[in-house]
């Protein structure tokens, strides 16, 4: 896929995090893509749900196999505006998606390039993975939302 459609789907995801920003949400938007088309749309409902699971490309992926009726997310394309958590990253493992890309880094708890490396491992199944797709607009997103949270 050419860039411009990853920044397209990028700041769609972006969409979904500016959503989890006014719910007082840690801002966090994913979407799932397949075959070009966006299949599902989900943001960081944490803190709403009480759910440790609730994060955004989480509870995407969870929408997405509910879609497609199937847990095997062949083909299927993450975008998230966060790099993943491990428990995050094991997840698109298990349900075989094909692509992840991600905006910011996560230095304290990211499990693709910052504390793990995890998807670089000899699993089952590999994921194609890049990272910093539009991360300024993602971290300036966070680094607010943290102000706002501090004032
Ligand atoms: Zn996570």
């Not at 699971?53 to 083909?75: C, T, Y």
């Not at 089952?124 to 680094?143: P, R, T």
């Amino acid at each position: 896929m050419k860039n411009k459609d990853h920044n397209y789907f990028m700041n769609e995801a972006l969409k979904e995090a500016k959503k989890a920003f006014l719910k007082d949400e840690v801002p966090v938007g994913a979407i799932a893509v397949k075959h070009g088309k966006i299949i599902a749309r989900a943001h960081n409902l944490r803190e709403s749900k009480q759910d440790f699971s609730a994060h955004a490309e989480f509870i995407v992926m969870q929408k997405a196999q509910k879609k497609l009726g199937s847990w095997r997310l062949e083909d299927v394309s993450i975008y998230v505006t966060l790099e993943p958590c491990p428990m995050c990253a094991g997840a698109m493992i298990q349900s075989r998606i094909k692509d992840l890309y991600f905006g910011a880094k996560d230095p304290k708890a990211g499990a693709v390039c910052s504390v793990l490396k995890l998807l670089d491992n000899p699993f089952n199944h590999q994921i194609h993975y890049e990272g910093d797709i539009l991360f300024e607009s993602a971290s300036e997103l966070l680094k607010d939302f943290f102000k706002k949270l501090r004032s």
